[in-house]
T-cell receptor, first 115, second 113 residues
Framework: DAGVIQSPRHEVTEMGQEVTLRCKPISGHDYLFWYRQTMMRGLELLIYFNNNVPIDDSGMPEDRFSAKMPNASFSTLKIQPSEPRDSAVYFC?????????????FGPGTRLTVL | QQQVKQSPQSLIVQKGGIPIINCAYENTAFDYFPWYQQFPGKGPALLIAIRPDVSEKKEGRFTISFNKSAKQFSLHIMDSQPGDSATYFCAGGSSGSARQLTFGSGTQLTVLP
């Protein structure tokens, strides 16, 4: 398996623009996670899905953030409108069983810069 | 209650040294404590994990020490190498829980040649 795939790897945009980040989880994994990593706040869980259904989105910072998982092999994280404080590395991860004890497999991340 | 506190924020050691990274947790429901390793430009990857029924787990040069009464655990890297330079995250999780892993803030380790 190729592992978790994320695109784009780098995104530079201007404030106010819409940004869409994409993720393909490992085939057969039932759980998908979106994280944000910054120097100030470390690794934050934004939202996670189980079998394509959002389970906990309490980490989504604002209504400007939304995430979807239309099928088992694809998820998007959208920011509209983007702001400079959204600049961070966004990771997608997947796991087989979920819960607090299952290994999570992370993608390479998308480095987002909002000017 | 869900927080996992990690220290130090950064650490520099000479090759062959034994860096130690410490974590403390508050949630007594945690029963799974993994460490993830992240190299620059990559996503974190599971390095080693421990359950609270043992006080120590060793895998190669990496050892987790666990103190249940103090609610603390630490990562030791024996004979550290420049290739171990990375960011290390501790985490806590609960079996049978819908809650996911709670990560520490990370420690940036540099091993000098």
């Amino acid at each position: 398996d190729a592992g978790v795939i994320q695109s784009p790897r780098h995104e530079v945009t201007e404030m106010g623009q819409e940004v869409t980040l994409r993720c393909k989880p490992i085939s057969g994994h039932d759980y998908l996670f979106w994280y944000r990593q910054t120097m100030m706040r470390g690794l934050e869980l934004l939202i996670y899905f189980n079998n394509n259904v959002p389970i906990d989105d309490s980490g989504m910072p604002e209504d400007r953030f939304s995430a979807k998982m239309p099928n088992a092999s694809f998820s998007t994280l959208k920011i509209q409108p983007s702001e400079p404080r959204d600049s961070a590395v966004y990771f997608c991860a997947s796991s087989l069983y979920g819960g607090g004890t299952d290994e999570q497999f992370f993608g390479p991340g998308t480095r987002l810069t909002v000017l | 209650q869900q927080q996992v506190k990690q220290s130090p924020q950064s650490l520099i050691v000479q090759k062959g040294g034994i860096p130690i990274i410490n974590c403390a947790y508050e949630n007594t429901a945690f029963d799974y404590f993994p460490w993830y390793q992240q190299f620059p430009g990559k996503g974190p990857a599971l390095l080693i994990a421990i359950r609270p029924d043992v006080s120590e787990k060793k895998e190669g040069r990496f050892t987790i020490s666990f103190n249940k009464s103090a609610k603390q655990f630490s990562l030791h890297i024996m004979d550290s190498q420049p290739g171990d330079s990375a960011t290390y995250f501790c985490a806590g999780g609960s079996s049978g829980s819908a809650r996911q892993l709670t990560f520490g803030s990370g420690t940036q380790l540099t091993v000098l040649p």
